[in-house]
């Protein structure tokens, strides 16, 4: 395979949608710049549920999450005890773009991405969920680089701020100078937070993607510094789109007022929904209940269309189709501006605020975006529709690495 670009860098810009560089009402001028100048897409679906981590895990396999095995940001427990972020790169189970791009023999590096810590590559800081500074610490690479980063980058910080985009651009203009990577891949997050708390819009969501913008333009002067510009191709992608919540639905209420949950400690229970934003998915105690997935399901159908204008049920059928969680009986997806909550006790259905992402990627708002700049791009592609599991491919094929089949495929016009 012939490789187009020396280096390669992929950024995702958490909740990031394509209305940020296709609407003017936002301010980013630096993928503005990029996008006149490479290609772009209207719209990417993301995978189910359309999660950071699930998502991120896609982009780095090319595979959905069936053969990934990351179904969610935390893995799923089934006698309610806290859920732990899936963060080693071990929890895959499929090759990964950095695991090829190293055995290649190039310099590979990775920050804040889902699932990485102890994965194959030479600089390291993993998105560790909520394990707190120390993990991360211990688990960046080469080791004590975090300690270096506080000192060379940020003055000796006791703590860095990476709620500022700008700062985990700054981490990555240090390595860019320092060791000009072949393969990079950086992951900030605070257009997700903001979004979370306000929803699609507002002055808070504003501020994280003018950030994100940025965080793009410190990356993009660090390239240039380094002289390496006019051989990378910059990726700017995201993992999911946004919806507004007006509404809380806590499926868990009926199944317990339906005899279905007694008491999840002990394991008196026949069925349970593990809620996720957007969307819920039904496990059984016994996965060849079928009664019980009946039961659950006629449940839902029976509740008055007031109700019932809340959620769509996403069937086995659908769920084995797209690749998706198969250790779950059916799933439900939000509609009409709801999310899920996993209480068991209380109202069931209550008000909402803020924004919600995990619905089934098969609608506009829940839709990413990307954005792809450099040697072996066409200028002025404009890709309709694509697929997270697309960035893998494209990736492979620039820096002319083998890797295994993916469920992915470059899209049409992309590349000279």
Known sequence: ???????????????????????????????????KDGAYAKGVNSVFPSMTYPSHTTIVTGVQPAKHGIFYNNIFTPDGARQEPYWQDSSIHVPTIWKAAKDKGMTVASLYWPVSANAPVDYNIPDIGALGDGVREQYSL??????????????????????????????????????????????????????????????????????????????????????IWESTVLLVGGDHGFYDVRKSISPNVWLKEAGLINDLKTGDWKAQFNTVGGSAYLYLKDPSDKATANKVKALLEAKPDSVKQYYRIISKNQLNTGGYNPNVAFALTAEHDASFGNASTGSAIKTGKGGAHGHFPDTKNI?????????GIRKGAVIEEMDLRDMTPIM????????????GKIPAGLLK
């Open 396 to 407: 492979v094929k620039l820096l002319g690495i083998p890797f295994t089949k993916v469920d």
């Open 367 to 375: 839709q990413t975006g990307l954005i792809v700049h450099g040697p």
């Open 1 to 35: 395979m012939a490789q187009t670009a020396k280096h390669v860098i992929f950024l995702t810009i958490d909740g990031f949608r394509p209305d940020f560089y296709l609407d003017s009402e936002w301010q980013t001028p630096n993928l503005h710049a990029l996008m």
């Open 142 to 227: 080469p080791h004590g680089f975090y300690a270096e980063v506080k000192k060379e980058v940020f003055g000796g910080v006791d703590k860095i701020d990476h709620g500022k985009n700008q700062n985990i651009a700054k981490i990555a203009a240090y390595i860019i100078k320092k060791s000009k990577p072949e393969l990079m891949t950086i992951h900030v997050f605070s257009v997700d937070g903001a979004s979370h708390a306000v929803g699609r819009k507002g002055t808070q969501v504003q501020e994280a993607v003018s950030d994100a913008d940025a965080a793009v333009g410190i990356i993009i002067d660090a390239l240039k510094a380094a002289g």
